[in-house]
């Protein structure tokens, strides 16, 4: 949020459920179009032909399981392909999406994947920042590089597209297993990259998408710029480390009470 984008809030509580203490949870808003969560135009089943059609959208790329309904392929493979295609899921609008809906944003998505692994796929005009907004994939990819993000990229992943505007990368969602916080991967090394997972864990199917955009010398420079602005103020060590002490300070009874419940450590 402190990036200057929509996140959801969260609070920390203590769960008492039908009277029998559940430790500590964090509640958080669920990912929805609203003007003050996911803010793109909302979308009517009237919104077929003009600019109404061209959003706002909220998709992702997700397990079945999860709240998408229907979707689509991608015709784009992972790097190391040995997973499974990239499947597209709707999220906003979802039961009700109308086929007019659902051709513009498939067929808006392809034309980005296509110009994204073109032959001129650099040209700032006419390559993917034609169809995608640069710095939200850009900090997107740090939030996700930052925590080594198993699930990062493949998983829980969303993006989103207002009304006659460009492809947009997030929110941001599900980072329960970061930070070295899983066993599998390689997700328990301080080093390497999570947009490369494909090649420590074959059929992982990460997107092809941040590899290809990590070949542009542009979109690198203006990574390592952005990083460094970040790294004078929102992701400054001194920042960090207040931020974590000051979250240690809120939890330092609660944790106590959860360990003593789940002695999970």
């Known amino acids: 949020k402190e990036m200057q984008h929509y996140a959801s809030r969260t609070r920390y509580v203590e769960l008492i459920l039908n009277g029998q203490y559940a430790g ?23 919104d ?19 709240s998408g309904a ?15 295609a990239i499947y597209y899921q709707y999220e906003y609008p979802k039961d009700n999406i109308k ?45 996700n590089e930052l925590s080594k993000n198993v699930d990062g990229y493949r998983l829980s992943t969303y993006f989103h597209k207002d009304k006659l505007g460009k492809i947009k990368a997030g929110p941001v969602w ?18 390497g990259w999570a947009f490369n997972l494909n090649y420590v864990c074959p059929g992982a199917a990460v997107p092809a998408h941040w590899e290809r955009m990590m070949k542009d010398s542009l979109f690198r420079m203006h990574l390592r710029c952005r990083w460094s602005e970040l790294r004078q103020d929102v992701l400054n060590e001194d920042s960090l480390l207040a931020w974590v002490d000051s979250t240690g300070s809120l939890l330092d009874e609660g944790q106590t009470r959860n360990f003593q419940t789940w002695p999970e450590l």
Not at 24 to 35: A, F, G, T
Not at 48 to 66: A, H, N, P, R, V
Not at 70 to 84: A, I, K, L, R
Not at 179 to 191: F, K, L, P, Q, R
Request: glycine share 10%; net charge negative; aromatic share 16%.
């Open 24 to 46: 500590v949870y964090m509640v958080m808003e669920k990912i929805k179009r609203d003007n003050n969560r996911v803010d793109v135009a909302k979308i009517t089943d009237r």
């Open 48 to 66: 077929t032909i003009g600019d109404g059609l061209t959003g706002g959208y909220i998709y992702k790329i997700d397990k079945f399981t999860g």
């Open 70 to 84: 229907g979707g689509w392929y991608s015709n784009y493979q992972p790097s190391n392909p040995t997973g499974d």
């Open 99 to 143: 086929p007019q809906q659902q051709a513009y944003l498939a067929g808006y998505v392809d034309s980005f994947e296509t110009a994204l692994f073109g032959n001129n796929f650099q040209d700032p005009v006419n390559g993917f920042r034609r169809y995608a907004g640069e710095q939200s994939f850009m900090d997107y990819m740090l939030v």
């Open 174 to 191: 599900d980072y329960d297993i970061t930070y070295m916080n899983a066993d599998y991967c390689e997700a328990w090394i301080d080093t």
